[in-house]
């Protein structure tokens, strides 16, 4: 008689979570997890944070008040119509498919939407950079974890006077913001060429100088605590009686609880299971810089007119691109720092690429960009952590500890209903 497969010698001993994803999101999740007492296998095709996690800012924007917004400005939408613009490309083909994510996009951006917004994340937000310090405390990569604050530039006057509304809204939080004239921000920053009008600076805000090491700290941290990670793949997740089963290279492995952190892979697991959520992707693209002479930057620097960030990191300076509306899997078409490299330039001494080739990650976004964190509604143990949008790399220990919370019935630190797949219904 044939045994059924989840009673097949291939089978690994059955664990009470499965992770699937193993970026900062998942790698965050399955840490807290293993601290809760439970058994975790940790699931992904690469290593941990060597896939959208690797590619970021550095920022741990826990002062973060309203999300990125389709732009109200003709002009602006005029720039990026003709491919002229620096802070978004797109690809023609393409349009037909993100137009219905585009217009709730557009919709979600309403100024009222974004300060609804702007107060159901607060509550993650604020939790950001403590759940990291604490993680990194526990792994030991508190070197990779600066507090020097983030700096944000203005070429016009009236670019930042647009603003204010945000600035209001985040007085009201209780979160510091400094003007500063251009002295100052030269002050803070030697490097940088006269080329703008005004700054903002955020002492509040925290950074890291390697995103990957990060994880991958993380992670050592998960297996001491008795953790295990594997390769396989996670779009052979199906259900098998009362479990969730998934293949690895170690054999197929079950449990009761499994939780999806794939970020843009995740529709290649949930479409199958018939999970249907307006799932978006963001394109990005960084690419590291030696700087040149005895130049150097503390913390990170947004040129917010022109949409680019420089971060210090320990590769070089790392440049980033704003977003680029393209298929995921889609041939790379980096033309972004064409358009921003005269300004970037012209800001900061950058010298020679580090790489021959930018690196192309992919963002995963909801429309209202918040992410969806709870239960899978008709899926008994299935738990959703997806769709941190610019922010996985801010929202993963916070995250992580909300849905270990919720899976182990603890207390919750922040109600998770603004968070939940239903809202989409």
């Known amino acids: 008689m044939t045994a059924e497969p989840e009673q097949s010698a291939n089978l690994m001993p059955k664990t009470d979570v499965l992770v699937l994803g193993a970026g900062i999101v998942g790698?965050?999740?399955?840490?807290?997890?293993?601290?809760?007492?439970?058994?975790?296998?940790?699931?992904?095709?690469?290593?941990?944070?060597?896939?959208?996690?690797?590619?970021?800012?550095?920022?741990?924007?826990?002062?973060?008040?309203?999300?990125?917004?389709?732009?109200?400005?003709?002009?602006?939408?005029?720039?990026i119509a003709l491919k002229r613009s620096t802070v978004a490309n797109y690809h023609l083909s393409f349009l037909p498919r993100v137009a219905p994510w585009l217009m709730a996009f557009r919709a979600a951006s309403q100024p009222e939407r974004l300060v609804e917004t702007a107060h159901v994340m607060r509550p993650l937000f604020a939790r950001a950079v403590a759940e990291h310090e604490?993680?990194?405390?526990?792994?030991?990569?508190?070197?990779?974890?600066?507090?020097?604050?983030?700096?944000?530039?203005?070429?016009?006057?009236?670019?930042?006077?647009?603003?204010?509304?945000?600035?209001?809204?985040?007085?009201?939080?209780?979160?510091?913001?400094?003007?500063?004239?251009?002295?100052?921000?030269?002050?803070?920053?030697p490097s940088l060429a006269p080329v703008f009008r005004r700054a903002m600076f955020w002492p509040g805000a925290a950074s890291i100088d390697n995103p990957l090491a990060l994880t991958r700290a993380y992670a050592a941290h998960y297996a001491a605590l008795g953790g295990a990670t594997v390769s396989g793949d996670a779009r052979t997740l199906r259900r098998a009686g009362q479990t969730w089963v998934v293949d690895s290279a170690e054999g197929s492995i079950k449990a009761e609880q499994a939780v999806v952190a794939l970020?843009?892979?995740?529709?290649?697991?949930?479409?199958?299971?018939?999970?249907?959520?307006?799932?978006?992707?963001?394109?990005?693209?960084?690419?590291?810089?030696?700087?040149?002479?005895?130049?150097?930057?503390?913390?990170?620097v947004l040129d917010a007119d022109v949409g680019y960030c420089l971060g210090p990191m320990q590769q070089g300076i790392r440049l980033?691109?704003?977003?680029?509306?393209?298929?995921?899997?889609?041939?790379p078409?980096?033309?972004?720092?064409?358009?921003?490299?005269?300004?970037?330039?012209a800001l900061f001494p950058l010298g020679e690429p580090v790489e021959s080739q930018p690196w192309l990650g992919c963002r995963p976004c909801f429309p209202d960009s918040r992410p969806v964190i709870g239960k899978a509604r008709n899926h008994p143990?299935?738990?959703?952590?997806?769709?941190?949008?610019?922010?996985?790399?801010t929202l993963g220990p916070a995250t992580g500890r909300l849905i270990a919370?919720?899976?182990?019935?603890?207390?919750?630190?922040?109600?998770?209903?603004?968070?939940r797949a239903e809202r989409f219904d």
């Open 405 to 419: 919370e919720m899976l182990t019935g603890a207390t919750l630190f922040c109600d998770p209903a603004p968070y």
């Open 263 to 300: 970020g843009p892979w995740a529709p290649d697991v949930l479409g199958p299971l018939g999970i249907r959520l307006p799932f978006g992707i963001k394109r990005g693209y960084h690419l590291h810089y030696r700087a040149e002479g005895n130049a150097g930057l503390t913390r990170p």
């Open 134 to 189: 604490a993680l990194a405390a526990a792994s030991g990569a508190e070197p990779h974890l600066r507090k020097t604050g983030w700096l944000k530039l203005y070429r016009s006057a009236a670019s930042l006077a647009a603003l204010k509304p945000e600035f209001d809204l985040a007085a009201s939080f209780g979160i510091a913001i400094n003007p500063l004239n251009v002295a100052d921000a030269l002050a803070l920053e």
């Open 333 to 345: 078409t980096p033309v972004q720092f064409g358009r921003l490299m005269p300004f970037a330039k």
């Open 381 to 393: 143990g299935l738990w959703l952590t997806i769709g941190h949008a610019h922010w996985g790399l």
């Open 27 to 79: 790698t965050s999740v399955a840490v807290h997890l293993a601290q809760r007492g439970l058994k975790v296998i940790l699931v992904d095709r690469q290593g941990p944070g060597e896939g959208t996690s690797y590619g970021n800012a550095g920022i741990l924007e826990g002062n973060t008040v309203f999300p990125p917004a389709f732009p109200s400005d003709f002009g602006a939408l005029m720039r």
């Open 320 to 331: 980033t691109t704003g977003a680029e509306f393209a298929a995921r899997d889609a041939a």
